[in-house]
């Protein structure tokens, strides 16, 4: 496992991140969850990302579980806060009320002292930008949190907050975390240069497509039982109309490519995002131990010119 430094801050991170949005503390049961987490420590990934959001809070209760076993100086924890956590009007976006409170909370499910990366996970367009900066600047100087990011924000938003952190003098976003696949490569056009520029490194999700490039999904053929689009407690974020044949077809002609790489297509995905500088991590979610060793398997590898060009004539930006 390779190591990079989160945006520009000096804290290292894997190059592949374990995730828990729609597996732990959902469809994982506890003892699997805490073998995936295992298989992760031993393959060297030491960031983990989770949201308070997920699974209403059981996914952070179920790596406080798992992680008490583990030496808090081992390892990175990244959470975030926006979505609603209840039904009250306060319960939900980027005010200083709400981040301050769900802080609290997600310290609390972890059974931390301090969340090493906390990030925004949307806009939050009520709430005054200078308000949420210094509730998060404020959790900084509390030691509370140790570094910030965001999670989907518009360019434009990044490039506003970046200004007034300057201007004011708070402590710098160093994460994004966006979408971003062979699939999916709408980033590289603001978002990617812009926050090269401002020393803000991406932290990719659904590097897998859900699991589309891992070419488990088959032109013509039935959903395999055991896939996520098969599982109703996994699917309800999946586009089905992005299983198409004419998709499914084209990701079957990056076999050969990961053949001649001597990587699985799920390697292949994930080695081709990790070709770009501005890419800190890449989130990968796992079901079983077995997913990971093969992921984490991506990490360090070089991608020929040649495939890379191959891979961006099949999927363009």
């Known amino acids: 496992m390779q190591y990079r430094r989160l945006g520009s801050s000096g804290m290292r991170v894997s190059e592949v991140c374990l995730g828990s949005w729609l597996t732990y503390g959902n469809a994982t049961d506890a003892k699997t969850a805490e073998a995936c987490v295992d298989k992760a ?5 030491n960031f983990f990302d989770t949201a308070n959001v997920y699974a209403g809070g059981r996914a952070e209760e ?15 924890i990244a959470t975030k806060v926006y979505f609603p956590m209840g039904d009250g009007p306060n319960d939900r976006g980027l005010s200083r009320k709400h981040i301050r409170e769900q802080c609290e909370r997600s310290l609390k499910r972890l059974q931390m002292d301090y969340i090493d990366l906390y990030q925004c996970h949307r806009y939050d367009s009520d709430t005054p930008l200078e308000e949420t900066l210094r509730a998060l600047d404020d959790l900084i100087t509390a030691g509370k949190v140790l570094y910030i990011g965001f999670s989907e924000w518009p360019a434009h938003r990044i490039a506003e907050a970046v200004t007034l952190q300057k201007m004011l003098n708070f402590d710098r976003f160093v994460s994004s975390q966006p979408y971003y696949n062979m699939i999916g490569r709408g980033i590289e056009r603001e978002i990617m240069p812009l926050c090269h520029r401002e020393g803000i490194g991406q932290i990719v999700f659904s590097p897998l497509a859900q699991g589309i ?4 999904y088959k032109p013509g053929q039935p959903l395999p039982a055991d896939s996520r689009a098969a599982d109703p407690r996994q699917n309800m974020f999946m586009n089905q109309g992005k299983l198409d044949n004419s998709l499914l077809e084209r990701v079957q002609r990056l076999q050969p490519i990961a053949d001649r790489e001597g990587l699985t297509l799920a390697q292949l995905a994930l080695a081709w995002i990790l070709q770009r500088p501005e890419v800190s991590s890449v989130i990968i979610g796992a079901s079983r ?13 070089t991608l020929s010119a040649e495939t890379m060009e191959e891979i961006n004539v099949l999927f363009p930006l």
Do not use: H
């Not at 790596?63 to 081992?74: L, S, T």
């Open 41 to 45: 420590f031993e393959v060297g990934i």
């Open 62 to 76: 179920v790596w406080g579980e798992i992680f008490k076993k583990y030496d808090r100086d081992d390892f990175v």
């Open 213 to 216: 490039l891992t070419g488990k």
């Open 289 to 301: 131990p077995s997913q990971i060793e093969e992921n984490a398997g991506a990490s360090s590898r």
